[in-house]
């Protein structure tokens, strides 16, 4: 049995156009924070795989800490990390995967295609098996059929892409490959909203969506999932990541009081706000900063 905990999408060093300097500031501290608690957590919890499934940076443009604080927080982390870069933080020789030094526990898949030679824990009788984002867009179809070897071993898979359609530019990844990949579990990234636990055929698999819509205090119900896996399958402990729209406050304009409003996720990149009040002019390229309490969650361009 291998204790797993997969997470996705961080977008390490986001923009954050919505916000002033300051408030950017303080959101890229809190998500450089998240990583650190999410290995103390991890180690609490007796994980032995972490599977990081892409979209960890937002861009090869980070700031020059934060891969480097990435690196130092995992190094702490008492098992293995494993991260399938996605298409945000895709692996190219300018990538913050291939500038920075990471720790010896740390496996980053590099290659486009998933290839039927996985990385061997013995000490955790598992195989994982993965991809790399090699370029931001990737539109041709996952070949997962017969990828995993019948050896007795767990077969994990990890990649970032979308599951359950046939056109994305992110790596479609069609049901029929799942259910004849021959893995016990895939790990997926890309899309913010968790997906719950999915099986197709024997195979369970799951994305955790965006790791930190709030204070990373909620680590365990937010953004990550923790289970084990063995010969019978996939169990969480804590894999119950709610789906349901965030309740929270948000500011339009400079000096506005915050309004309360729910949000929910439309895409990997929008989601859908609604008031509970009408507001008054609200326009196209406008800033929106939502709020949880004093924290600042994000903000986006309304559309
Ligand atoms: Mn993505």
Redesign the pocket.
């Known amino acids: 049995m291998v204790r797993i905990l997969h997470a996705a999408?961080f977008h390490l060093d986001s923009a954050f156009t919505g916000l002033n300097e300051q408030q950017a500031r303080q959101r890229r501290q809190e998500s450089r924070d998240l990583t650190r608690r999410m290995v103390e957590y991890a180690n609490d919890h007796g994980v032995q795989l972490m599977l990081l499934a892409?979209?960890l940076f937002d861009s090869d443009s980070i700031y020059g800490q934060t891969a480097e604080e990435l690196a130092a927080a995992l190094a702490e982390f008492r098992g293995h990390v494993v991260i399938a870069p996605?298409?945000?933080d895709c692996y190219t020789a300018a990538s913050p995967y291939a500038r920075t030094l990471w720790p010896d526990n740390v496996l980053i898949f590099t290659a486009p295609e998933m290839l039927s030679m996985g990385l061997s824990f013995p000490q955790y009788g598992c195989t994982v098996y993965g991809a790399a984002f090699t370029a931001p867009e990737m539109p041709e179809s996952a070949e997962l059929a017969g990828i995993a070897e019948q050896d007795g071993n767990v077969a994990i898979g990890i990649l970032?892409g979308e599951a359950g359609v046939k056109d994305s530019r992110?790596r479609p990844i069609p049901l029929q490959q799942i259910a004849q990949s021959g893995l016990d579990y895939l790990a997926l990234?890309?899309i913010h909203a968790a997906s719950g636990l999915l099986t197709e055929g024997r195979t369970a698999y799951a994305w955790p969506g965006c790791a930190m819509g709030r204070g990373f205090d909620e680590l365990g119900e937010k953004g990550v999932y923790l289970g084990t896996l063995d010969a019978s399958g996939c169990n969480w402990i804590s894999g119950d990541v709610p789906g349901a729209p965030l309740r929270v406050t948000a500011r339009i304009r400079y000096r506005q009081p915050e309004q309360p409003c729910t949000v929910t996720a439309t895409g990997?990149d929008t989601v859908h706000v609604s008031f509970e009040t009408p507001q008054r002019a609200i326009t196209r390229g406008q800033a929106v900063v939502f709020y949880d309490g004093d924290t600042v969650l994000g903000g986006g361009t309304i559309d």
């Open positions: 999408d892409g979209d996605g298409n945000h970032h992110y990234g890309h990997p």
